[in-house]
């Protein structure tokens, strides 16, 4: 046989514990398996002698319970039954018998319930043994109430029941050790141990911080029973009560010490409970480095010590200064990261412990700075009304600007420890926060507050162009942020509207042409440039006098310099474009309310894009050019009170007619239906149907003519788009004109001569329906011939 594999060494103690728990549980295995068989023994199985089966003709029997089921029920229902009488017979009948008689009965029924157990183990009967052994734990109970009636009535309740909580613990934590194949001592061994410290605290006239401290000790001897003594360690059944009941005692003990420790007045009245929450760190600490998966012991651990420091400093303290004190008393538990000599637990229970309270309190400094800087708002009602700017009672105070300053230091010192990039973005955020703010809550001069602000929005958009992945996308959107907050403060006067928008347009321009910097970085600069071109554009309208519907004719300027750059603009060409096309939406909706200058507005927009059109790879731009001329010729025509159709349509055709004419000379291949049908349709219909309606001869004759010039040409030309449309039209307006002779003839006409012609009609078209058929393929092969 091989030798088993080598073991990677461990501590004896280790080792030990991990052997007596192993051994339990094959003390465990074995009981039940040996249980087990007995009854499988028991049972009228089938065996080597036959199956057993029931009387011919008798259906089978289910059996509705287990046999260890009911033996289980059974035993449960008389370790009930004696306690209920034990407990009548404690409270009811025990002033019948003498003091001699109370102590034979005493003595004689605990002490043949205790030792019942150790003889029925013998037996195997070990369900029966953990029956009256929970029978007999409950005796001592009554024996310790019994000897209090009768001998201890003068003694403190509280203090007896210590005591006796104290007693009955020790005492059957020893049963347990003498009869070790029972599971119900040991558990209620440690559960009663939670009770004589806290009764004697409350005993004693203890305040809450002496309970809590009594609590306390409690819950540390829990954990040392836990992670010290290697045979409770091993048996589930005695760990698992010890573990819950340290964690809920210590929560206790650290929260009666946080309610004392900010309702104390003053620093000395919060130095006793903060005692109390540094002793509860301490039990954190302590467990996360005996037990490497406790690390949420280790963060709670870490985060009590920052109060219990930082808690008698809050009397004595504003709330913004003791967010900075609890910050620069968390920082040194981030240094917990680099302790090689710290457990693991330890380690990172004590850095998330540290980030965590940085995290809060760069939360509520930045929430602080942005009120303060969202104040800024109150500038859009009063643009250049040259208001005084919010001072630093209206928002953060320097304690926050401290804070986001301080938290952004830690931040950037752990983005040079760690290889994940989020502590880098915090940092960003966090540093540009406070260096943004400071200058406002500091109360500068207006001049100052716009000047440093410039500085660290460009600073922001400076990282955005050089730094890692992550933190470069944070502070694009920093410089973002900052920038649009000092454009709404720059609205409060004229001169620092002029001179914010021209360096931030500037700055954004400079920021795209880097070379050097990340696409997306770049094309969002790109387009706040053209946005910050287009505010100047429109404050120069404002500086003029001019009304809002006349900024439209300078901002027209910006989407037309656009085009002029056209590839010169590189790879930041689309954003640009993008940019500069919504400006030329928000001209066409400025100018909407004027029709006039609605239609100027329109054509110069369609000149825009007809020039940038005469690009190859902007050719799209051509149908928004047509789109724009035809809505200025329409909107002037509307503006004079034109109500003549053709007056809407013929510009439309023409350019319709001319398009198509010059694809038909680049493409000889492309149909005359795409060429010039929508350029005729655009006059000929709307023309037919204003003819059918007009009562005059100008209208039908002059659409007459034109239909009938259209035939000739398309038949001269052999294209089927002309030929059919035309002819259409010209068939039409003759129906128009012929219908009053018609309808004079109708009326004139006998009223059966109608249904006689029509019937006449369908046998002539029926006798020579297959000479039609053959005329028609004729026709439609002519036609298709044509072009």
């Known amino acids: ?149 009768v001998t201890a009535t003068g003694v403190d309740a509280t203090a007896y029941a210590a005591g006796a909580a104290a007693v009955l613990a020790a005492l059957w934590a020893g049963y347990a050790s003498v009869l070790p194949g029972l599971v119900v001592p040991l558990p209620a061994a440690v559960l009663t141990a939670q009770l004589p410290l806290p009764l004697a605290a409350v005993a004693s006239g203890a305040g809450p911080v002496g309970v809590g401290w009594a609590v306390l000790a409690t819950a540390a001897l829990d954990a040392s029973l836990v992670l010290l003594v290697p045979g409770v360690r091993a048996r589930v059944s005695a760990s698992a009560p010890a573990a819950v009941s340290a964690a809920v005692l210590a929560s206790g003990a650290l929260l009666t010490g946080l309610a004392q420790m900010v309702s104390a007045g003053s620093a000395a009245a919060a130095a006793g409970p903060a005692l109390l929450v540094a002793g509860c760190a301490a039990l954190g600490v302590a467990v996360a480095w005996r037990e490497p998966s406790a690390t949420a012991a280790a963060v709670v651990g870490g985060l009590a010590g920052v109060a219990a420091l930082g808690g008698p400093a809050r009397p004595e303290l504003s709330r913004d200064w003791t967010v900075v004190a609890v910050l620069l008393l968390a920082l040194p538990l981030l240094a917990a990261v680099r302790a090689t000599a710290l457990p693991v637990a330890v380690r990172r229970g004590l850095a998330r412990a540290g980030a965590g309270v940085a995290a809060l309190a760069s939360l509520s400094a930045l929430a602080a700075a942005l009120g303060s800087l969202g104040l800024r708002v109150g500038v859009l009602g009063e643009v250049w009304a040259a208001t005084p700017p919010p001072r630093e009672t209206d928002g953060a105070g320097p304690a926050a600007m401290v804070t986001l300053l301080v938290a952004a230091g830690a931040a950037g010192w752990l983005a040079r420890v760690l290889p994940r990039p989020e502590p880098g973005v915090i940092a960003v955020v966090l540093g540009w926060a406070g260096l943004f703010s400071a200058p406002l809550v500091c109360g500068l001069p207006v001049a100052a507050v716009l000047a440093a602000q410039l500085v660290a929005t460009a600073a922001a958009g400076v990282c955005a162009l050089g730094i890692g992945r992550g933190p470069r996308y944070a502070a694009a959107v920093c410089a973002a942020v900052g920038a649009l907050n000092v454009s709404v403060a720059a609205l409060d006067g004229r001169t620092a509207t002029f001179v914010v928008f021209a360096l931030l347009g500037a700055g954004c321009a400079a920021g795209a042409a880097h070379k050097g910097g990340a696409l997306p970085v770049r094309a969002g600069a790109a387009a706040l440039a053209v946005v910050y071109a287009a505010g100047v554009a429109a404050a120069l309208g404002a500086l003029w006098g001019l009304a809002v519907s006349w900024w439209a004719l300078p901002l027209l ?76 010729t329409w909107i002037r025509l509307s503006a004079s009170g034109v109500q003549v159709p053709e007056a809407y349509t013929l510009p439309v055709t023409a350019a319709a007619l001319a398009v198509g004419f010059l694809r038909r000379r680049r493409d000889a291949r492309a149909s005359s239906w795409a060429a010039y049908g929508p350029g005729l349709g655009a006059t000929l219909l709307p023309s037919l149907i204003a003819a059918w309606g007009d009562a005059h001869w100008l209208r039908p004759l002059l659409l007459g003519l034109a239909a009938l010039a259209v035939t000739l040409l398309g038949a001269h030309r052999r294209l089927q788009a002309p030929l059919l449309l035309g002819g259409a039209a010209l068939a039409a307006v003759a129906v128009h004109e012929l219908a009053p002779y018609v309808v004079q003839v109708v009326d004139a006409l006998p009223r059966w001569l109608p249904p006689a012609l029509a019937g006449l009609l369908l046998l002539v078209v029926g006798a020579t329906y297959e000479k039609r058929l053959r005329d028609a393929r004729r026709l439609r092969a002519a036609l298709g011939r044509l072009g």
């Open 1 to 149: 046989m091989a030798p088993p594999p080598p073991v990677p060494p461990l501590p004896p103690d280790r080792e030990l514990a991990l052997i007596d728990r192993e051994l339990a549980q094959l003390d465990a295995r074995r009981l039940y398996l040996l249980a087990r068989r007995d009854w499988l023994l028991r049972l009228p199985a089938a065996h080597a002698w036959g199956p057993v089966t029931s009387a011919p003709g008798a259906p089978a029997r289910a059996k509705e319970a287990s046999a260890p089921g009911a033996q289980n029920v059974l035993l449960t229902l008389g370790a009930v039954l004696l306690a209920v009488a034990a407990l009548a017979f404690t409270l009811v009948s025990w002033g019948s018998l003498g003091i001699a008689g109370r102590g034979a009965v005493l003595a004689v029924v605990t002490a043949a319930a205790l030792g019942a157990p150790a003889v029925l183990l013998r037996r195997g009967l070990r369900s029966t043994a953990e029956s009256v052994a929970a029978v007999a734990l409950l005796l001592t109970v009554l024996d310790a109430y019994a000897v209090y009636a």
């Open 557 to 632: 300027a910006v989407p037309a310099a656009v085009a002029t750059a056209g590839p010169r603009l590189g790879r930041v060409r689309l954003s640009t474009e993008v940019a500069a096309a919504v400006v030329g939406a928000v001209a066409l909706l400025l100018a909407a309310r004027e029709p006039a200058l609605a239609a100027l507005v329109c054509a110069l927009a369609g000149v825009v894009c007809a020039g940038a059109a005469v690009r190859a790879e902007r050719r799209g731009l051509g149908w928004a050019a047509g789109v724009l001329f035809v809505a200025a």
